[in-house]
């Protein structure tokens, strides 16, 4: 079985890439695929819906979706859960306008409130320290005793809180929810590709605030100790076997053959896996184990047969992908890690 879905992709990879349909589904494997050339959908969803059975979701339901998410109370869990499940099914199926138009009201319609923080910092400003505190104070414990002595500490932490919580964005929390989610994180990374998609082209200042906010949040939720080395082999699942052919970027994988190659003797490959994102390694890298240097790529790739291992003196990182166009803030990240450490060559 395994052997039949590997070589069914195999054969989908080796279809020509000209073709729309295969192009759309090798840049954006999120997106549903689409119907051959002359079939039509039940439906009629347009550029700005999708047709879901017999029931069409329209943009402004997606919107609402949203709106659910941000206004929901934090007690009320089970309704958050519907309306987040019900967004991220909703989102995936947009069209690309769709998701344009959605991402631009996001980005707009939620985002720092500045009345709020002009407000904020006026009444920051009219506190008064005491004559003791001087503007060119050197030493902030001596002032911070002065302040709290007069009482006025206490005055500064809240306004200084509430200065902190007003120059959040109001996506902020949409945000958190999201990634608590089942399944959220996953959505957060197809959210940023669609940003930066957008931003190739156009360069909104609302929408490049987003894309910062949520790329700094996914450095946040993706740190190093919520990750897992797994090395992959080929007594791995065939859906995990599947990506690393689909998202091999530096040297595509040819056939069942090639893929075998890289996974037996003389050649290690290991993944970093995310919980949240269960059997889809965010990057993987590929190892060959040589007796010397090697001068070109080919002999890494055809050396017919591996050198022992027991023979090897060097080992030589040959590719690193990652499965997502919104990881490359983690790929150039963990590209110093893995030269950074040896464990994997054990």
């Known amino acids: 079985m395994k052997n039949k879905r ?11 890439p000209t073709h729309p349909v295969h192009r759309q589904q090798l840049l954006r494997p999120d997106r549903p695929p689409l119907p051959p050339q002359g079939a039509t959908c039940s439906g009629d969803a347009d550029d700005d819906g999708i047709s879901t059975g017999a029931r069409r979701v329209s943009l402004n339901d997606v919107k609402e979706l949203m709106r659910a998410s941000f206004s929901n109370p934090t007690d009320k869990t089970e ?3 519907a309306n987040l499940e019900e967004f991220s099914q909703a989102y995936l199926g947009l069209s690309q306008e769709g998701r344009r138009e959605l991402l631009l009201g996001l980005a707009r319609d939620c985002d720092v409130n500045r009345a709020r923080v002009c407000e904020l910092m006026r009444q920051y400003l009219t506190v008064e320290l005491p004559h003791s505190v001087g503007a060119n104070a050197a030493d902030v414990n001596q002032e911070n005793r002065v302040l709290e002595d007069g009482g ?3 005055v500064f932490y809240r306004m200084e809180r509430n200065l902190r919580d007003a120059l959040k964005p109001m996506y902020a929390g949409f945000f958190e929810r999201l990634n608590a989610h089942p399944g959220g994180l996953k959505l957060l990374t197809v959210l940023r590709a669609d940003l930066l998609s957008l931003l190739a082209k156009e360069n909104v200042p609302s929408l490049r605030a987003l894309e910062t906010y949520l790329k700094e949040k996914l450095i946040t939720w993706l740190s190093p100790a919520s990750l897992e080395l797994h090395q992959i082999t080929w007594d791995d699942s065939a859906s995990l076997l599947e990506k690393i052919v689909a998202y091999e970027a530096v040297h595509p ?29 965010l990057i993987f890298i590929e190892v060959a184990l ?10 890494v790739l055809w050396d017919s047969p591996p050198t022992p291992e027991f023979e090897a003196t060097c080992a030589l990182l040959y590719s690193i992908s990652a499965t997502q166009a919104s990881w490359d803030l983690i790929l150039i990240l963990w590209k110093f890690v893995f030269l950074s450490q040896n464990s994997f060559l054990q």
């Open 152 to 154: 006025i500490l206490a």
């Open 290 to 299: 040589l007796k010397d240097v090697a001068t070109s790529i080919q002999e």
């Open 79 to 81: 309704p958050m859960d």
């Open 6 to 16: 590997l070589a069914i992709l195999m054969r989908a990879r080796m279809a020509s």
């Open 253 to 281: 994988i040819r056939n069942l053959l090639d893929l075998k190659r890289r996974l037996s003797e003389g050649r290690r490959c290991f993944g970093y896996l995310h919980p949240a994102i269960p059997g889809e390694p």
